[in-house]
C-alpha cells in the first residue's frame, strides 16, 4: 500500500503563487510517475501536470508557462510550483502516483488539497 501526503494548498490572490508538494510513503519498488489533478463541484478530474520518472513533463494547456512540475526522486516527492494564479483556477487539487510494486503496478491517489484564487 502507498499513502501520498499533499500539502501547500490555501487561499492567495489572483496573481499570487503556491506550491503544492506530494510526499509518497510506502512499500513499492519504484515510482514510474506522478501527477497533479484538479476537479471541480461536478466536474470530471482533469490532468494539470504530469512528470514521468526520466522527467519528461505533460501540462494542461490552461497552465502552461504558469505551473512547473518536478520531483525529487530520493523523497519520492513531486512538486507543483503555481503562479500567477487565475480565480478559474480554484478547485481541489489531487496528487497521483503510479508504482511499481512486485508483480503488479499500483495507481494511487492523495486525499486532495484545495487552492482558492480569489479576485
Known amino acids: 500500500q502507498v499513502q501520498l501526503a499533499e500539502s501547500g494548498g490555501g487561499s492567495v490572490q489572483a496573481g499570487g503563487s503556491l506550491r503544492l508538494s506530494c510526499a509518497a510513503s510506502g512499500s513499492f519498488i519504484s515510482i514510474n510517475s506522478m501527477g497533479w489533478y484538479r476537479q471541480a463541484s461536478g466536474k470530471q478530474r482533469e490532468l494539470v501536470a504530469h512528470?514521468?520518472?526520466?522527467?519528461?513533463?505533460t501540462y494542461a494547456d490552461s497552465v502552461k508557462g504558469r505551473f512547473t512540475i518536478s520531483r525529487d526522486n530520493a523523497k519520492s516527492t513531486v512538486y507543483l510550483q503555481m503562479n500567477s494564479l487565475k480565480p478559474e483556477d480554484t478547485n481541489v487539487y489531487y496528487c497521483?502516483?503510479?508504482?511499481?510494486?512486485?508483480?503488479?503496478?499500483?495507481?494511487?491517489w492523495g486525499q486532495g488539497t484545495q487552492v482558492t484564487v480569489s479576485s
Open positions: 512528470i514521468t520518472s526520466g522527467d519528461r513533463t
Open positions: 497521483n502516483a503510479k508504482v511499481m510494486h512486485w508483480g503488479s503496478d499500483g495507481d494511487y
